[in-house]
C-alpha cells in the first residue's frame, strides 16, 4: 500500500506541474504569431515538455495500474488517466498543427524534373520540367479511410499547381494511384477533360460523405469489446482505435459522446 502512494504522490506532483504547462501553451496559443520566430521555437519547446510529461504520466499510470486489487477502484483509476491523457494529446496535435502549418510554408518548391513524353500527341508539348512543393503524397488503394488524406494531400500538392496543365495532373495523379484505385480509372486515356472526369470518380466512389461516414461508424463498431478491466493492453487498444474513428467522424460533423466500454 505504501508503494502505490508513494507513486500517486509522484503522478499528482507531474500532473500539478502539466497543468501550469498547459496554461502556459493556452496562454501563446492565443497570442500565437507564425511569422515570429520567438513564438515558433516556444512551441516547440513546449511540445517537448508535453510529450515528456505525458511519457512520465503512462509510466506512473503503469506501475500504479498494476498495483491495484480493487476493481472499482482501478476502472475509475484508468478512466480517469485515459481523459486526462486525451487532454493533453489534443493540445499535442494542437501544436504540432501549428508547427506543421509554418513547416508547408517555408517549403522550397524544388523537385526532381518530371518529363511528359513527347509523343503524347493529345498534349502537343515538348518534355517540360515541373517543380512540386516536396509534400508526401500517401498512395491510395481503394480503402475509404484513409481516402481524405490522399486527396487532400493531392489537393494541395498537384491540383492547385498552377504550374501544371491538367494533362501533368493526370499523370501524376495515376501514379498515386494502386489496386483498386488504380483500375477504376485504368481505362481513361490521358487528356484535359478527362483529368476532371477522374477525379469526380474517385470522389464520388471513396469521398462523399454519406459513405465515408457508414465506413468510419462499421470500423467503429468492429471493435474488439475488453471483456475483462484488466486487460490493460486491450483497453488501451480499445481507446486508441475508438479515438481514431470518433475523431473522422467529428471532423465530418458528426458528434460521437464517448464512453468507456468495459
Aim: with cysteine; proline share 3%.
Amino acid at each position: 500500500m505504501e508503494a502505490i502512494e508513494k507513486f500517486k504522490s509522484k503522478r499528482k506532483v507531474v500532473r500539478t506541474a502539466s497543468t501550469k504547462l498547459v496554461n502556459q501553451i493556452t496562454l501563446l496559443l492565443e497570442s500565437y504569431d507564425i511569422k515570429k520566430e520567438k513564438d515558433r521555437k516556444k512551441l516547440s519547446e513546449y511540445l517537448l515538455n508535453v510529450e515528456d510529461k505525458l511519457k512520465e504520466l503512462k509510466t506512473l499510470n503503469k506501475e500504479i495500474e498494476e498495483l491495484i486489487t480493487d476493481k472499482a477502484v482501478f476502472e475509475a483509476d484508468i478512466e480517469t488517466s485515459f481523459e486526462y491523457e486525451e487532454k493533453r494529446n489534443d493540445l499535442k496535435f494542437q501544436i504540432k498543427s501549428k508547427i506543421d502549418n509554418f513547416k508547408i510554408e517555408q517549403q522550397p518548391v524544388t523537385a526532381a524534373p518530371v518529363n511528359i513524353p513527347a509523343n503524347n500527341a493529345e498534349t502537343k508539348r515538348p518534355a517540360t520540367s515541373i517543380s512540386l512543393p516536396k509534400l508526401r503524397i500517401p498512395t491510395f488503394s481503394g480503402d475509404a479511410s484513409t481516402f481524405l488524406e490522399f486527396i487532400n494531400s493531392f489537393s494541395n500538392a498537384i491540383d492547385s499547381n498552377e504550374s501544371l496543365n491538367n494533362v501533368e495532373k493526370f499523370i501524376y495523379l495515376k501514379s498515386f494511384l494502386s489496386g483498386e484505385a488504380y483500375k477504376s480509372v485504368s481505362d481513361f486515356s490521358l487528356t484535359e477533360e478527362n483529368y476532371k472526369s477522374c477525379l469526380d470518380l474517385l470522389k464520388d466512389r471513396y469521398g462523399r460523405q454519406d459513405h465515408l461516414i457508414g465506413h468510419f461508424i462499421n470500423k467503429l463498431l468492429e471493435i474488439e469489446p475488453v471483456k475483462s478491466s484488466f486487460n490493460l493492453r486491450g483497453l488501451r487498444k480499445l481507446h486508441d482505435e475508438s479515438e481514431i474513428r470518433i475523431r473522422n467522424l467529428n471532423s465530418m460533423g458528426i458528434v460521437i459522446r464517448k464512453i468507456m466500454v468495459i
